[in-house]
């Protein structure tokens, strides 16, 4: 299958994006300067976000690409997409964490907690 130009791939339905992207082995490479195209378009728009850093393209557990990018702590996710041109957007934390946040253990307590919760919450 070809694979259409950037310019293409913005005409297609979000569907036809999805379909497109299923279809490819990331693994092998396939479509990989088509979603490099689509990072930096979306560095271009994003990267001003205080904070963000957009690192550029890349491969998600189970061959899926995605668009990664790491920002603070204290950052307000809710400007960023979840997907962008149909490419999965993976934002995560990136060091260092405040200091009540370094404690490993203490987060391990959090996380049983929290699961104790939700358990109890889906009974």
């Known amino acids: 299958m070809a694979l259409p130009t950037l310019s293409g791939w913005m005409e297609l339905s979000d ?15 396939e479509g990989d300067t088509l979603i490099k195209q689509i990072a930096d378009r979306f560095r271009d728009e994003f990267g001003h976000l205080d904070g963000l850093d957009v690192g550029g393209h890349g491969i998600y557990h189970g061959g899926s690409w995605v668009i990664a990018a790491s920002h ?3 950052f307000d996710r809710r400007a960023l997409p979840g997907r962008y041109l149909g490419v999965e957007v993976r934002a995560s934390v990136r060091p260092p964490l405040p200091a009540e946040f370094q404690n490993q253990e203490r987060l391990r307590l959090v ?11 889906c009974q």
């Open 72 to 74: 603070p702590f204290v």
């Open 15 to 29: 569907d036809e994006r999805a379909r497109v992207l299923s279809s490819l082995n990331a693994y092998a490479g």
């Open 111 to 121: 996380a049983a907690e929290l699961r104790a919760v939700r358990r109890s919450l």
